[in-house]
């Protein structure tokens, strides 16, 4: 039943120059149960941390980042909520911000992904509406922008010429319309091919961050609502890599073809199951993503080796001193980063000073307390930068 289901995800492949949409065949698909836990624990992982205290100008001031991306000495943060490109280097100090809010040259209504080409220096950030993308130098300057006929709630970049992007409902851009999925582009914007990977027609297709992409291995990881993660390569080449079984959390097939408009849909929102990920982020065998669980963000972490996966609302961390969140990004170095803002560092004070005395506990957090204390006094938000240990890294599935 499970080879049935995935199976007529993957539907009609166009195959054109450029960047191609051949399905590999890799034969059968991993497999993921999931389970619940206390919490999950990153620090098996890590093999050391260290933190970077971001420079606090007014023209630095961020809401809530869903994406973090450092090359080289550049550190550059996406905010969908302002709509907005924030760039630090790696010591904390504030280089530019690009919000080009309009209807102009190089303007844009909104902000929905964001990547990076680090051979050519080149940011790349994508406008779901109207549809564009612009290109940056790694000083900030826009070097060009042009308009696509799709655009992607997520995108990212495949190669040398190739860009995928995603949708989980119809695109329509006022003349035809492509079924939800993945759809390729070449880099000036023109349209490859389409419907790679089915998305879903219903409302669970995600959670606040809607990001579904992740740059891995020269190509791709795609987290589809569909309880699937597939690998797309670096010409477009697609597979699925793993099915995340969630036993009776699964969503149920009934619910997935209510629409927001349907009578039925309260039905679908007053129930305990799966209903919505994002947020990928992959290393080694591990992959790592938020869901939606009764109501609330959990955190979910499958390890492709082992073929075992737990989710929980907490993140600890057993063998390092700072206490980890949930990252939004990881770097060219290997290591994972998440970041602490300022009403996040202002909470987790709260919380410390209601909290019991505990030696085991004051031991792990006593880094951190010092952290805090300095980042409120100066009023500073806070990147961790989270070392993977290699073997993790180079660990096969």
């Given at each position: 039943?499970k080879?049935?289901?995935?199976?007529?995800l993957?539907?009609?492949?166009?195959?054109?120059?450029?960047?191609?949409?051949?399905?590999?065949?890799?034969?059968?698909?991993?497999?993921?149960?999931?389970?619940?836990?206390?919490?999950i624990d990153?620090?098996?992982?890590?093999?050391?941390?260290?933190?970077?205290?971001?420079?606090?100008?007014?023209?630095s001031a961020?809401?809530?980042?869903?994406?973090?991306?450092?090359?080289?000495?550049?550190?550059?943060?996406?905010?969908?909520?302002?709509?907005?490109?924030f760039?630090?280097?790696?010591?904390?100090?504030?280089?530019?911000?690009?919000?080009?809010?309009?209807?102009?040259?190089?303007?844009?209504?909104?902000?929905?992904?964001?990547?990076?080409?680090?051979?050519?220096?080149?940011?790349?950030?994508?406008?779901?509406?109207?549809?564009?993308?612009?290109?940056y130098?790694?000083?900030?300057r826009?070097?060009?922008d042009f308009?696509?006929?799709?655009s992607?709630?997520?995108?990212?970049?495949?190669g040398d010429?190739?860009?995928?992007?995603?949708?989980?409902?119809?695109?329509?851009d006022?003349?035809?319309?492509i079924?939800?999925?993945?759809?390729?582009?070449?880099?000036?914007?023109?349209?490859k091919?389409?419907?790679?990977?089915?998305?879903?027609?219903?409302?669970?297709?995600?959670?606040?961050y809607?990001?579904?992409?992740?740059?891995?291995?020269?190509?791709?990881?795609?987290?589809?609502q569909?309880?699937?993660?597939?690998?797309?390569?670096?010409?477009?080449?697609?597979?699925?890599?793993?099915?995340?079984?969630?036993?009776?959390?699964k969503?149920?097939?009934?619910?997935?073809?209510?629409?927001?408009d349907?009578?039925?849909?309260?039905?679908t929102?007053?129930?305990?199951?799966?209903?919505?990920?994002?947020?990928?982020?992959?290393?080694?065998p591990?992959?790592?993503?938020?869901?939606?669980?009764?109501?609330?963000?959990?955190?979910?972490?499958?390890?492709?080796?082992?073929?075992?996966g737990?989710?929980?609302?907490?993140?600890?961390?057993?063998?390092?001193?700072?206490?980890?969140?949930?990252?939004?990004?990881?770097?060219?170095?290997?290591?994972?980063?998440?970041?602490?803002?300022?009403?996040?560092l202002?909470?987790?004070?709260?919380?410390?000073?209601?909290?019991?005395?505990?030696?085991?506990?004051?031991e792990?957090?006593?880094?951190?307390?010092?952290?805090?204390?300095?980042?409120?006094?100066q009023?500073?938000?806070?990147?961790?930068?989270?070392?993977?240990?290699?073997?993790?890294?180079?660990?096969?599935?």
């Open positions: 039943m080879t049935l289901i995935i199976n007529s993957l539907i009609g492949i166009i195959i054109l120059s450029g960047c191609t949409s051949k399905r590999k065949d890799t034969g059968s698909i991993k497999t993921v149960k999931f389970e619940s836990a206390d919490a990153l620090g098996q992982f890590i093999e050391r941390v260290h933190l970077v205290q971001l420079e606090n100008r007014p023209e961020f809401i809530e980042i869903y994406k973090v991306i450092v090359v080289g000495e550049n550190i550059f943060m996406l905010d969908k909520r302002l709509e907005a490109v760039c630090f280097d790696t010591t904390g100090k504030f280089k530019y911000r690009i919000q080009r809010i309009g209807r102009g040259p190089g303007e844009y209504k909104e902000l929905d992904a964001m990547w990076v080409k680090p051979a050519e220096k080149e940011l790349w950030l994508q406008s779901f509406w109207p549809s564009r993308i612009m290109v130098n790694f000083d900030g826009l070097l060009r308009p696509i006929r799709w992607g709630k997520d995108m990212i970049g495949l010429n190739c860009i995928a992007g995603f949708n989980t409902t119809n695109s329509n006022g003349i035809d319309s079924p939800g999925g993945v759809f390729l582009l070449n880099e000036k914007g023109k349209l091919s389409q419907s790679l990977i089915a998305g879903n027609n219903f409302p669970f297709w995600g959670v606040n809607q990001r579904y992409f992740e740059e891995f291995e020269n190509g791709a990881l795609l987290l589809n569909s309880d699937t993660i597939y690998r797309i390569n670096e010409s477009g080449e697609s597979s699925p890599e793993v099915f995340l079984d969630w036993g009776k959390l969503y149920p097939e009934k619910f997935k073809v209510i629409g927001f349907s009578p039925l849909y309260q039905e929102k007053d129930v305990n199951y799966i209903s919505g990920k994002d947020q990928l982020i992959a290393f080694g591990i992959r790592l993503f938020r869901i939606i669980l009764d109501h609330h963000m959990e955190l979910a972490m499958a390890n492709l080796s082992t073929g075992e737990s989710f929980s609302d907490q993140f600890n961390s057993s063998n390092v001193k700072v206490p980890l969140l949930y990252p939004l990004g990881k770097s060219d170095k290997g290591e994972l980063i998440g970041i602490y803002d300022i009403d996040l202002m909470a987790y004070r709260d919380s410390r000073s209601s909290q019991p005395k505990d030696p085991k506990a004051d792990l957090y006593q880094v951190m307390d010092s952290i805090v204390k300095s980042a409120l006094a009023d500073r938000p806070v990147l961790w930068f989270a070392k993977i240990k290699n073997e993790w890294l180079s660990k096969s599935l």
